[in-house]
């Protein structure tokens, strides 16, 4: 047997056992997954709650939500069909651990209306609770080791852009953050990756390419004329922080009165 057709099998045993692994991982859609009450409330109450029954990982549609604690933030696709009714995998701290959804569709409606799902993880003897939360918007994650303070330190972001005609969702840069004074804004610094990093022009958000973009809450006004901004759910550190506009570090900005 030539080496090449050696190579040739191994990719194609290789491959054949990735796709096996990914056939036999849970993965369903959200409404065959969806429990009537009567069976939510039997489940609770035939077993007992753990919190050290968790979810490590769960997709929907492909993409990870985020987590934070017992709360899950799910970004819906724009104009996307499966938005409504996402394909969902999982990976749990167990095995043989079952996921399901307490009834209750997804609407635009209630994701305007920031309204809470329920998603409960059990086995024959434990379960778990998680809330479920829908937004329009973004998702950016910011992971650092440093405390945050005028002196720039190393960084790395995680952005979900879910608007329908973006091909690339996610973005995955290196760069380093510092803050403002009052501890409000913070500016994001994109390198290059590589040997020879340095500060390069990065375009996230089909915004225009920029070194810098800085995060302001949204309760802050920024000029007119800076007006290219977006909005996004801001993480640090996989923890929650609210809304944020995301723009050039130019923009100047006033505290709301």
């Not at 056992?17 to 959200?30: D, K």
């Not at 409606?109 to 809330?131: M, P, R």
């Not at 992971?143 to 979900?160: A, D, H, R, V, W």
């Amino acid at each position: 047997m030539s080496k090449m057709k050696l190579i040739i099998i191994v990719i194609s045993i290789t491959c054949a056992i990735i796709a096996l692994i990914y056939l036999l991982s849970p993965r369903s859609s959200y409404n065959t997954i969806s429990l009537t009450e009567s069976k939510w409330n039997s489940i609770m109450e035939t077993r007992t709650l753990n919190t050290n029954l968790v979810l490590e990982e769960i997709n929907f549609n492909d993409y990870k939500l985020m987590i934070d604690g017992n709360t899950l933030y799910y970004s819906l696709i724009k104009d996307s069909k499966y938005s409504f009714n996402p394909k969902v995998s999982y990976v749990t701290s167990k095995e043989n651990v079952k996921l399901a959804i307490l009834k209750d569709e997804i609407t635009i409606e209630k994701v305007n209306n920031d309204h809470q799902f329920k998603i409960i993880i059990y086995d024959e003897n434990e379960y778990n609770v998680y809330t479920l939360k829908c937004t329009n918007l973004p998702i950016l994650n910011v992971n650092y080791s440093e405390e945050i303070g005028q002196k720039s330190i190393p960084m790395e972001i995680y952005l979900f852009d879910n608007m329908a005609y973006i091909p690339n969702k996610i973005t995955i840069s290196e760069g380093r953050i510092k803050s403002s004074d009052n501890k409000i804004i913070f500016s994001l610094h994109i390198l290059t990756p590589g040997k020879n990093r340095r500060e390069s022009p990065k375009s996230i958000l089909n915004m225009k390419p920029s070194k810098e973009y800085v995060l302001t809450p949204i309760n802050v006004e920024v000029e007119e004329e800076a007006r290219m901004a977006r909005q996004v759910e801001l993480f640090l550190n996989n923890e929650y922080k609210g809304r944020y506009e995301i723009g050039y570090s130019e923009i100047n900005i006033q505290e709301t009165e």
